[in-house]
């Protein structure tokens, strides 16, 4: 089985890309399970523009969605930005859905995670994060885990400093990979 | 009154953009209404990255969040894509939430259009569009219009060709200025 | 100013129905407000079904419809339940949007609370909330009040033990007031 | 595998009712599928209190908690109302949630039908609809049915007159059951 795991934050020091690298090396403890961990930094786009579509169709978008065809799931941790979906996720999803001749999404099955500094982990965003994967026909896990207080909650190595809350996050997807593997 | 109007779409051709253009020109046959009609292409915003936040903060949304603020409403046309916000107004939107002592929203009056070449027109993302603004505090009309077939909806000199869509949208408008001025 | 306050809940001892009342009491203390809180228990509806519409329809749905159509705005504690709208004012709302010639909910103002035992103080739920509301074309203030750990937040004659929640309620009241009175 | 189809709609003629009594008739042509129909109104409901929930837990919701138990996969065709959920649908699953010693849904597979005389087939509702159950951690299948212009949809024999909408759903109804099975 394939994971890919990234963030939907662009931000270098960024909570949800510790927050999934935890996720990608939790995943790598199961026999079977080969995780990648990608940075959509390194897959530069720019914001949605129909005319840009017609012109340069952006090729980080292609390599983006071969990448999703390619695997079997994904781990997503994202922000939420003002009660919502981030818009570097966002934009993210609408350029892949625009790959002429793709369409990496239907039966893949996703798994959001958020982290945020504040006490509730970003899950009110993911609610509406939800929405463009299942348009998509992507299956999102129903249950999702959101870590609060996230500006506290890693140590210096990358691991989350609370070992309940590393207990959580590895239950979680030892029933996603479960469920996957039905 | 002092109303600006935008689409929540890119693209020169934008339906949105001719539709909210429609709007603007309703706008300006009312008494006491000045309206301005602003295209996001002229406010150029990268991907939201905490990153750049901290190194340049972009002018554009400086300057979009001083024109929020100086009117009183703001009418926004904007497409469905995947079933949820366009990533270009969530990214507009999310940056001008950023501005250093600046909260332009609370207050506000929005009226959301969408149009679409689809037969919703839009109207499914627009509910989706509303929670943004809301968790910044604006009051989001309640009725919001969805132009549906909007490829041809259009005739050369940018007007609406069927009559009753017209008038449904100067209803909507005359209603929205009103619930204002109360 | 006529205000009618409700909680979404009919449980006797429900933690929305003590968030109401205090809700009630910092309206009456307001120039010019007139509060009045009602209990939903003495309002009982059957489950909505389209064969009871036909054949007798509720008394209850006319009489909440006329009060809502007599008042201004309408503050509503309400649960969440499941993550989303609780049951009982779903079917309130459907039916009082189905009694003949009234059409209570356009122009009313209304201000959202949840009270819950757990974190997020019913937040959730309240954002599903406000989307029949604004269906049925209500303004719905855009800023809302959870009230977390409720089990614990009252004091025997109904106040809230803690002054500061007190306050943050009394603040978001004043400002629903003044914004309705603009 | 066991599937189970219901309507989130009580009334008699209810097109929901018929919807998805077509979905399980297709069901039932499936090899290894068993399906079986049943009606909300056989299941009688008080609207969701808490107090009625300590006195005299209704049988109902103990039933139907056991029928979801033994099945693999339920099939509702809901009605929207005022742009959300149906009361009736969500009081069932809300009594259900509260049936003590069981957790009837995480894993179970659900597939929403919407059928309505409107343009727009319910779908806008089909969303919220979705909330709860994904709550409760059920897998939601990401593709959606629903029909539109429902009062004239159907002969007398209960088939839907147009055979493209009835092929839309046996095939939606063939890719539920392949995803199941996997």
């Known amino acids: 089985m ?7 934050s662009l931000r270098q020091g960024s909570y949800n890309k510790k927050y999934v690298r935890v996720a990608h090396k939790i995943l790598q403890t199961f026999a ?14 720019p914001v949605y523009n129909g005319d840009i579509e017609s012109k340069e ?6 390599q983006l969605a071969a990448k999703v065809k390619d695997c079997d799931a994904v781990v997503i941790s ?3 930005n003002n009660g919502a979906m981030a818009a570097a996720l966002k934009n993210t999803i609408d350029w892949m859905s625009r790959v002429p ?4 999404w239907p039966g893949k099955w996703i798994l959001l995670l958020g982290a945020s500094p504040g006490a509730l982990g970003a899950v009110r965003g ?12 992507a299956i999102v896990y129903p249950t999702m885990s959101g870590l609060p207080r996230a500006h506290e909650a890693f140590a210096a190595d990358g ?8 207990e959580r996050l590895n239950t979680l997807i030892g029933k996603f990979v479960e469920q996957i593997r039905k």
Do not use: I, M
Request: hydrophobic share 40%; charged share 25%.
């Open 57 to 62: 169709f952006p090729q980080a978008a292609r």
């Open 126 to 137: 993911l609610w509406h994060t939800r929405v463009p994967f299942e348009a998509l026909n």
């Open 32 to 45: 079977g399970v080969e995780s990648e961990y990608l940075d959509l930094l390194d897959y530069p786009l």
């Open 101 to 104: 001749g793709e369409d990496p």
């Open 78 to 80: 994202s922000p939420e």
């Open 159 to 166: 691991a989350l400093k609370d070992s309940g809350a590393h």
């Open 2 to 8: 394939k994971v890919l795991c990234f963030a939907g």
